[in-house]
């Protein structure tokens, strides 16, 4: 695959990200915009680290610790949804969270 797909691509996941987070309403929502933003940093890494440098893995160990960064950030968002779900199971706006 050429250099520019792949920026392409990474670039539009990046911005569908940018537009949810932005634009949501719904804390799961932004979460997995925050997770779309990460996976198109993921690919910028990966790709540039082949291009640049295919001796050394220096994008694709980084790319493992933003994987395991998003993780913890999905376990943290397990965490708030449980907490912050209303008694009528109606899911809670970011604007009403104090």
């Known amino acids: 695959m050429m250099l520019e797909h792949v920026l392409v691509l990474s670039a539009y996941l990046f911005s569908i990200g940018i537009y949810g987070l932005i634009t949501s309403r719904n804390m799961v929502r ?35 610790f933003v994987i395991a960064i998003a993780a913890a950030e999905a376990a943290i968002g397990q965490l708030l949804f449980r907490q912050f779900i209303v008694i009528e199971n109606q899911l809670v706006s970011i604007n009403r969270i104090y």
Do not use: H, P, W
Request: aromatic fraction near 14%; glycine fraction near 2%; charged fraction near 15%.
């Open 30 to 64: 932004a979460l997995m915009c925050l997770e779309l933003i990460l996976n198109a940093v993921n690919i910028n890494f990966v790709t540039f680290s082949d291009f640049f440098d295919n001796r050394q893995l220096k994008g694709d160990i980084f790319s493992i």
